[in-house]
């Protein structure tokens, strides 16, 4: 069993930036990929973000290529999404995931989603 906890969500301009965090406890969390998913009320959940279980790898929707950063620390069982130049559509549930599976379209634990808001 894995938990998650994202942080750091919040209202911020167009244009700005915001990091967020996703803490794990329970099982290896070095064993897991890890991605970032959003989601817009009434929409479907999309992957945003991902990266493998020793960082070497990472992925990117191609709507946030060059401005989003996902990045781990397995000492800290800490996962990250840097977002810079942050647009209105950008706006959303984030949620975090892990599975052992590196772009798991189905992660296997999910955290329970940060708001972010962009604001014209």
């Known amino acids: 069993q894995v938990q998650l906890a994202e942080s750091g969500g919040g209202l911020v301009q167009a244009g700005g930036s915001l990091q967020l965090s996703c803490a794990a406890s329970g099982r290896t969390f070095s064993s897991y990929a890890m991605g970032w998913f959003r989601q817009v009320r009434g929409g479907k959940r999309d992957i945003v973000a991902a990266?493998?279980?020793?960082?070497?790898?990472?992925y990117y929707a191609d709507s946030v290529k060059g401005r989003f950063t996902i990045s781990r620390d397995n000492a800290k069982n800490t996962v990250y999404l840097q977002m810079n130049s942050l647009k209105l559509e950008d706006t959303a549930v984030y949620y975090c995931?892990?599975?052992?599976?590196?772009?798991?379209?189905?992660?296997?634990?999910w955290g329970q989603g940060t708001q972010v808001t962009v604001s014209s």
């Open positions: 990266i493998n279980n020793g960082g070497t790898n990472t």
């Open positions: 995931a892990a599975d052992p599976v590196f772009r798991a379209v189905y992660p296997d634990y």
